[in-house]
Nanobody, 122 residues
Framework: VQLQASGGGLVQAGGSLRLSCTAS????????MGWFRQAPGKEREFVAAIRWGAGTTYYADSVKGRFTISRDKAKKTVYLQMNSLKPEDTADYYCAVDKRGLSTKDHDYDYWGQGTLVTVSS
């Protein structure tokens, strides 16, 4: 499975961006698609995930209430709508697929897309 992420850019604090991640193959219903991010000098961290079949969503506490993950099955695409962005949200954002189910650990994910850079200016 190949994942293509897009949508990053430069935005002022308080602004919004929507990231997209399109899969080369349709995920199975049991698969989970997640977003992670890695800021300079920091470890990669879990942001959000969605179960492909049921659409159940999960969020890191740091983004809950500001970010929304969703998917379009027909387009094989998962989205991350990011509102009320803060400078601390600045990072490379990666999408990934976990074939076994939900995990917030990056080493449990099987397929990864390239990063898309989000920069939030203060």
């Amino acid at each position: 499975v190949q994942l293509q992420a897009s949508g990053g850019g430069l935005v002022q604090a308080g602004g919004s961006l929507r990231l997209s991640c399109t899969a080369s193959e349709r995920p199975f219903s049991s698969h989970v698609m997640g977003w992670f991010r890695q800021a300079p000098g920091k470890e990669r961290e879990f942001v959000a995930a969605i179960r492909w079949g049921a659409g159940t969503t999960y969020y890191a506490d740091s983004v809950k209430g500001r970010f929304t993950i969703s998917r379009d099955k027909a387009k094989k695409t998962v989205y991350l709508q990011m509102n009320s962005l803060k400078p601390e949200d600045t990072a490379d954002y990666y999408c990934a697929v976990d074939k076994r189910g939900l995990s917030t650990k990056d080493h449990d994910y099987d397929y990864w897309g390239q990063g898309t850079l989000v920069t939030v200016s203060s």
